[in-house]
């Protein structure tokens, strides 16, 4: 039977367009039905035409047979590839005993545009005047003639703004908020379609609507026109022909334009739409533009144009509200049931000039009410104005909001039903890769909660929160939560792009900003708040965490080699703002929302300082960089000595003296081995002392169950998250939330909701505890030595109140699954491994029996090894005073 080849991936994706990358990487994944199953040699053919492919010939690059098990991210190494083209490819393998496989399906992917020079576009739109605080949407159209048979034909497009394009009739593509967001002084991406199949013979209309977007709507709290005044398009569609001629359709003057239904549509604001000035067919050939007007063509633009790496943002999923009830005040208010960001489809009728008003909250004031506090200076509010002609649809175009409740205004008693809104789900369409179960209901709760944090907040950016007048790419909060990110969903490329941004935004002296994209950050906090740094301890870490935790889950050197420069300015730039290797105490954000417990600034700030250095040494030694890895070393020795002396008492009592600091210490490797057991001790001290709860804030979180379990205090890192007393995770899910909230104490019973400044309900950071959930409860770990799940640790925790656990991990070698029962004493396992990987097993309890297959290798603090290979197989052991533990904690 031996080796089948399944699923083909260029850079992660199935079939791109539009790459830049002069290599790009190749991953398969690999099937079989037999057990340990491996790959022993692989060969790649690329091929011009997928003609020639089908013959076994790959013009572009014949790798020949490479004895090598690699199957995931095998660099292109064959000719030149050319701007725009399009590329074919095939794989065939070896497995374990020496058989071939089949050769694979063919996959393609085409090229972007590689040379500045081959946009031949202009940027057209409206010259707007910056006194008209909201303008209107812009629509624009082109219509061009198609004579011969098309071959291909891709449409390259990209905005200062955002746009939405149309052609004959329909959008084009199903993405929003194209071209995403970047710090466009510096960068912005462009999108490339085939639209080849779209196009007819004859007439053909082309149309675009532009929006403001981040570059010229409202971002943060920092206002409007952070990056320009009037919103631009370019695009280039490269029309091939059968009869081997091509054409180029660009943006230029001869472009129309015109305003229409949409009076504004801003992301924090929302949209006004007046469905009186539709302009019905205006994408179609034969439309009347007479009466609109010529584009105005502005300066070529100075930014790079990158090919978009991140996945676009989508629809991805539409739900129904739970609940609909008519208020005193004579609205319709509708409970989605889950917190939620995108926006509502809306069908409504009524009569002509009617207005609609749509406004979203997380969460009610009173029965009757939204809370609206929390969103400060963003509206979150649709306008729609009814033209009158029976049943009409809305959905805005170029806004967002976060919102679990919805009231409308303007719709009579009756006219509304549950069914005249859907709620459309929006994110950065990551691929889902895990998926969790336990047999806790409220466990659950959270880890859907969790989930949800991570969609709604992964928008182009990983933003804090998609509700008020924020929604910016916090680093320290993008650092804390990428782990159980990158366990719940393919984040590689979501990252990728996040890294650009962030080094887009690193100071010349090498600090890595807090917040990326810029968003006239820096000068803001310069001008009005001198004390924001751009380089928080935590926050700035974020760039060299960021890159290592993306090559820990997915084995991406690449991201390492990208980042290296800059990974390392930032450990120098900490290095020169240090004094005797301490960072000095500046007013930093801390362990930010920690509950009354304040982490010394300059610990915290020195402890990162040391993360950073260990994990820049380890990614100097996965490059090769020898005299980095000894020159760096050399410092982390410095800075952990400095850190116990300054620090640190022969009691093992750090400054501080929070949950955090030994938290931090413990996670990061800076306490010695002598003083590690104090330092554990004083660590549960801590805890139990406040009753079993946390204290920790936005940092410390994320490693407090993970040290715990790593200290052999499994059961303590239980009580932690069943606990459902404030300030805990299950305290939010007890209230009834359905994300994670910012504060610990959004909203307690004694206080009611907290400070309406910083009170926002989907807030992921908070639910990095998903990371422990994923790698120590359920046990699915990735081993650094080899990283992206070559070589799988599968070390599952049995504790707390739970009977079984079920997770499944979807990585680039394909499924990996760990699932336990314990039903008494007897605890049992069921594990499955993708082919070409292998998994060391470790395992609780006595008197165990084993699948086939599975090979013992030895004892490690008490548990049982096992080595396997691909597969699925089953351990059962017993696992003494199991009873009592679990009755125990009841
Ligand atoms: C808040 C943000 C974010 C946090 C910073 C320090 O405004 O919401 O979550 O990282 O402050």
Known sequence: MGIVIKRLRVESLDQPLGLETKQPRFSWLLDSEEQAQQQSAYRILVASNADLLQQDIGDCWDSGEVVSDRSVQVSYLGSLLQSGLRYYWKVQVWDAKGAASEWSSIGYWTMGILDPNEWNGEWIGQELDPAIEFPPGLYLRKEFVIDRPVRQATLYATALGVYELHLNGSRVGDEYFAPGWTDYAIRTQYQTYDITASLQAGGNALGAILGTGWYAGQVGMMGREIYGTSPALLLQLDIQFEDGTNSLLITDETWAMNTGPIQYSDMLKGEAYDARKELPDWDRTGFDDSDWKKVSRFEPYTGKLVSQIDPPVRITESINPVKMWLTKQGTHLFDMGQNMVGWVKLQVQGQSGTHITVRHAEMLQDEDTLYIENLRRADQKEIYILKGEGLETFEPHFTFHGFRYVEI??????????????????????????????????????????????????????????????????????????????????????????????????????????????????????????????????????????????????????????????????????????????????????????????????????????????????????????????????????????????????????????QTVYVLALYFGLVSEELKPLAVKRLEELIRENGNHL????????????????????????????????????????????????????WTEEAGFQNPGMNSFNHYSLGSVGEWMYRYMAGIDVDTEQPGFKHIVIHPRPGGKLTYVKATVESSYGAISSSWQLNGERFSLQVSIPVNTTATIYLYGTNVLISDGAVEIGLENGKHKYRIGSGNYEFISQIEGAVKAAQLTE
Not at 607 to 626: E, K, P
Request: proline letters at 4%; hydrophobic letters at 40%; one cysteine or more.
């Open 695 to 746: 204290s920790t804030g936005f940092l410390g979180v994320g490693y407090l169950l993970p040290v715990l379990t790593e200290n052999g205090l499994d059961e303590l890192a239980y009580s932690l998250l069943h606990q459902d007393t404030f300030p805990s995770w299950l305290y939010s899910v007890k209230q009834g939330a359905t994300t994670i909230w910012e504060r610990w104490d959004g």
């Open 409 to 658: 205004e303007g719709a009579a008693a009756g006219e509304l039903t549950l069914e005249s809104v859907i709620g459309r789900v929006v994110h950065s369409d990551t691929p889902g890769t895990g998926s969790l179960e336990t047999s806790d209901d409220m466990v659950n709760r959270l880890i859907s909660n969790i989930r949800w944090g991570q969609r709604g907040n992964y928008l182009s950016v990983p933003t804090d929160c998609p509700q008020r007048d924020e929604r910016l790419g916090w680093t320290g909060d993008a650092q804390i939560f990428i782990r159980t990110a990158s366990y719940n969903m393919d984040v590689s490329r979501f990252f990728a792009k996040f890294m650009e941004d962030m080094t887009d935004g690193q100071t010349p002296d090498g600090a890595f900003p807090d917040v990326a994209p810029d968003a006239g950050w820096f000068e803001f906090k310069q001008e009005v708040v001198k004390w924001f740094a751009p380089d928080n301890a935590g926050w700035g870490d974020a760039g060299v965490i960021i890159p290592w935790t993306l090559y820990l889950m997915y084995e991406d050197r690449t991201i390492l080699e990208t980042n290296y420069d800059a990974m390392k300015r930032w450990v120098e730039y900490l290095k020169t703002n240090s004094t005797d290797r301490i960072r000095p105490d500046y007013a930093n954000y801390g362990d930010w929302l920690s509950i009354n417990a304040d982490t010394p600034k300059d610990v915290l700030a020195t402890a990162y300082f040391a993360y950073s250095t260990a994990l820049f040494v380890r990614i100097a030694r996965v490059l090769g960089y020898t005299d980095d890895v000894s020159e760096y070393s050399a410092l982390f020795e410095e800075i952990r000595t400095a850190f116990v002396h300054t620090y640190m008492d022969e009691n093992g009592i750090i400054q501080g003296d929070t």
